[in-house]
């Protein structure tokens, strides 16, 4: 999981001031993973780090926190699950609850990995968390972690772009189940009439005459899921996806539709390297073909490629010329 300092950034301006909680370590049966993190303000909050007990009582020290006034403002929390709290779960969870406004934000970067104390006070880094913050600015991944007595998370300044070709049944259901998750979702299609009246806010509306030329806009590391009324639509749009770099192409329909569609493909020009990285169908056959199972099948896919550091960043084009020995 990684710090988002643009949600971190918009938080801080609609509220002065706000309290960060981050699961920071956690040992045995517990709620959530470390990097888990919420945020809390005076009148509300925003994500959470489960377990009912376990949140309302951070969540209490939080409100406290705020009410501090010296920068850089934080403590460490160590809560025993089952004898403090009275959960079923076994386990306990150290909680870094850090209060965050202007001034504590200035000090996150935009990307790498954000190093501090995990209690109040400057301290020089230790080698451990020096040779951590030189990985992520070496562009290695860094995971989130307690390292003699400071705390280092990835931090990130843009969501994964994931376009949505299409506002039918299928389309609301994959942007619906895509809320709350580290995505930017771009959801094109060529009739206002077919989006619900209000768009969700982590989606951007994108109404094209013309769907295929729209793809000349998507960036280099978008992941497409092509799902519209219409397949020869489905076909043009995909023609243009494949000419230029992308990060995945999912398509809606069947093996049947797959082979067609490669072998329309395959004549426009397409060499087999690209048209290997042609998902159809997308989903999980075994869920069903509900609206909501396809949609449940194809976020759980993407998380799992996420969570495996596949972010897609360099794929297209470029990889295939790499795949042919080209050197660019």
């Avoid at 690209?274 to 159809?280: E, G, K, S, V, Y």
């Avoid at 993407?302 to 084009?317: E, P, Q, W, Y």
């Amino acid at each position: 999981m990684s710090l988002d300092r643009p949600a971190l950034a918009q938080a801080v301006a609609a509220h002065g001031a706000v309290a960060r909680i981050v699961v920071v370590g956690h040992a045995g049966s517990t709620p959530r993973e470390t990097g888990t993190a919420m945020l809390v303000w005076q009148d509300g909050q925003d994500g959470t780090i489960g377990g009912g007990a376990l949140e309302y009582d951070a969540t209490a020290h939080a409100r406290g926190l705020l009410s501090e006034r010296a920068p850089f403002a934080r403590s460490l929390l160590t809560q025993p699950l089952g004898p403090a709290l009275g959960q079923c779960c076994g386990g306990s969870v150290t909680l870094l609850i850090e209060r965050i406004t202007e001034t504590e934000l200035a000090a996150i970067p935009d990307t790498g990995a954000f190093a501090r104390p995990a209690a109040s006070g400057r301290a020089e880094p230790p080698l451990s968390v020096t040779r951590a913050l030189r990985a992520a600015r070496g562009g290695r991944p860094v995971a989130p972690a307690l390292l003699d007595g400071w705390f280092v998370e990835p931090t990130t300044d843009s969501p994964v772009p994931v376009w949505i070709w299409g506002a039918g049944h299928v389309g609301r259901a994959l942007v619906a189940t895509l809320a709350g998750l580290p995505v930017r979702v771009t959801w094109v299609d060529d009739a206002r009439a077919r989006f619900p009246a209000t768009v969700p806010d982590h989606a951007d509306m994108l109404v094209a005459g013309d769907l295929p030329r729209a793809a000349a806009h998507a960036p280099a590391d978008a992941r497409h899921y092509v799902l519209t009324y219409s397949h020869a639509l489905d076909l043009e749009i995909c023609h243009a996806i494949l000419s230029r770099p992308f990060a995945q192409l999912g398509l809606i329909g069947s093996a049947t539709k797959k082979a067609r569609f490669l072998n329309r493909l395959r004549d426009l020009g397409h060499p087999p390297e690209r048209l290997a990285r042609l998902d159809c169908p997308i989903g999980d056959p075994a869920l069903g073909k509900q609206p909501q199972a396809i949609a449940v099948g194809v976020v759980h896919a993407l998380l799992r490629d996420l969570s495996a550091g596949r972010s897609g960043t360099g794929t297209g084009i470029d990889r295939d010329k790499k795949a042919k020995g080209h050197s660019g």
